[in-house]
């Protein structure tokens, strides 16, 4: 693929494992987005909670003035607090909506037009209906209060589906049954989508292009990302966002091209999205390989331009650059 990917998406990176002091939400994290954002290749950047509230202002005043895509993850606040949309405890459910709704209130703040969620835990197998009965009204509500708080624009909920028996063990899961439910209840909630993340695929065990196919017009937003499978003695096994290439990991170039000519099939640079133009994100984790912060980030770099290189998308491009 010789054309600009600009004319296709937006390529973001994902602040909170390139910094991870972002898992916490503490730190210089404006000083560290503007950072990122230095690098004129990124037209999108995927922030999470801010604890302090001079940094959070900060920060919403940057991004206000960068002309990019914003995404907010709000799984990694939630986890940390193990507030979980699928709680069968109607309790702890109504309480992680209340954080949620908290979150999506810091999104708009910062301009971001996706939320991404999780599931939490699955609860096995005898316990699942019960999970997505939970799961359904956490989401509904949620999406609900995003369209109550819109200005200019309606904050969309995007669920990333994770490995169900590998590492984060959550209830959604499979691709075929996280497109089954979604769909229904974008029947509701249109504003509502998934995640199609790289190495998560790799971890349930399926393929990049029957998940994309699946998937289909719910898909909102992707990672591109590595993982380590096949080897449970390892360090770097399951959700760890290893660098791309690395010796035991599923990803490199080719799968990277493999993964985006999926995105392409399915339709997802071809259809209007959420943010102003299709997001794919790096997610490397600069503590999960040899090498400084920086080096990591510029080989991750390296190596989407190799496998856009082999990408062929098949499609006209959508924007002008």
Known sequence: MRDSWHKYMSLGYVHTVAFPNGVKGEGPIKDQVAQLLADDSYGAVEVSWVKDPEEREKLAGFLAEADVDVVFLACIPMMAQKAYLAALSEEERQAAVEVGKKMIDEAYLYGARLMLVGSGPDPGPENRARGLEQLAKSLGELCSYARSKAKDHVLTITLENFDREMDKKFLLGPMAETAKFIRELRKEHDNLGITLDQSHVEQLGEAAEESARLGGECIVHAHLANCVVKDPSSPLYGDKHT??????????????????????????????????????????NVLSGEGSPEEIIKATKEAFLQGWGKADLGIAPRFEV
Do not use: D, H, N
């Open 243 to 284: 660098p791309f290439g690395i010796p035991g990991g599923q990803s490199g170039p080719a799968e990277i091209a493999r993964f985006l000519e999926a995105l392409a099939k399915s339709g997802y640079f071809s259809r209007t999205q959420p943010t102003r133009r299709p997001v794919v994100s790096l997610e490397v």
